[in-house]
């Protein structure tokens, strides 16, 4: 049994760049920038800017509204109220603008789901949206898409990315619920008097505006002991930065959003996004994907959730079986709970169950490493996928000289503890075409379907690139050796 190779090959694009906040460190550069802008004279400023519009002309949407975004930032080392003509507002916001290659390194872990909109397609059809990690400098990741069609014979096309990445409007006043956020404060050990005596002043919905706004009443209050509450609400505050809100404008196709990192757990990357389209009891769908949020220094694993990919809502996951990376949803809840796949100690898989959504407090062992090439450790490749054989996994392991191959096991639909099949062999490892990259000898998917009874599994090509292959369903299962 074999997977088919289909030749695609999405490989990282240094042209798709993206408009990002440039800052120098320190005050005093920021003020010297500004200051040497307000020497030059108006028909300066109109030369220069004409410069900056030509010279990077087509290359982003909207550049103009960026610029002055930019300048509102950095309007307070502004040292005059004397007002600004709009170019020279406009030339301030440029020189603390750049622009990022946001897939130059690389593009890959890849996940898989069936797009919303799944009209105008011929019958046999269907439209899937694909996100991917992207990498650029500084090693910083995100969360980019791309969309394609698999046709009634299985074979698979990729749109045409555009050539613009837009970043993302935060949600100003995207609301906050106390009772989930009381909840937050408890796991993370920050509930105490004060904070209690903050969220009484707030209603049961409330933005961060509003948080902000009473923690500073609070402090005001409370002068005597201004220094210690000033740390410790810093905490809190912190905390709802982390549970945010994006949204893109509907003329945004879906190659041209991003999600960069924005909450400050995600500084430094947001990673490996596992997408899983999940079914309500109600029998409304949503989109959930787990991902790694990654400071510098940390990481944390975080929830994202949409309907339609236009509109994110980003969350902090809690609980004390919240740990490294590598969770992965199930589509549905199983006996009236949420389940979710996690490997907290980075060489097992485990299998958790949860009341609530953002909340995770037990775990059980699942799978061990058992075969040569998964002897370092195991672990999943996406959200495991619903058949009439059982729930298929598709997993990683990691054998010698750190050579990641993708597998595959079965457990049971009603009682996915008890595991029912295991592939012995890997259902891919890296080929001579597919070990050199950013890390060698690494295959590897954050989430596949299945459509006309093939197994569609993207996955990264040694954390470069990405490819797609595909086995038939029944042969995979046929492939598993009964536990």
Known sequence: MQLERTGIVLAPNSRRVVLRNFSPPGDQRKLKIIARIAMLSEAEIDRLLENVFEEFH???QKPREFFLRRFEAVSSYVITDTPLSENRRLLIGAYFTQEYALESAALFNPSIVWHPDQTNLPEGSKRFALSLRATGEGHISSITFRSGVVDNSNTITIDDATRFVTTPDAVPDSL?????FQRKLIELGLANSFAEHVLSRLEESFTLKQLEATIQ??????RDQKETLTL??????????????????????????????????ESNGIEDARFVEFQEEDGSTHYYATYSAYDGKMVLPQLLETDDFLHFKMHTLNGPEIADKGLALFPRKLNGHYAMLSRQDGENLYLMYSDMLHFWYSKQILLKPTFPWEFVQVGNCGSPIETDAGWLVLSHGVGPMRKYSIGAFMV???DPSRLIGRLKQPLVTPNENEREGYVPNVVYSCGAVVHNGQLIVPYAMSDYATTFGTVPLDELVAAMEPV
């Open 412 to 414: 049971d639909l009603d």
């Open 217 to 222: 009443d609070t402090i005001r209050e409370n």
């Open 176 to 180: 906050y619920e106390k009772t989930l």
């Open 232 to 265: 410790f609400f810093k905490s809190i505050v912190m905390l709802a930065k982390s549970n945010y809100e994006i949204t893109y404008r509907p003329e945004h196709v879906l190659s041209e959003r991003l999600i960069f990192p924005f909450g400050p757990t």
């Open 58 to 60: 087509g290359r982003h």
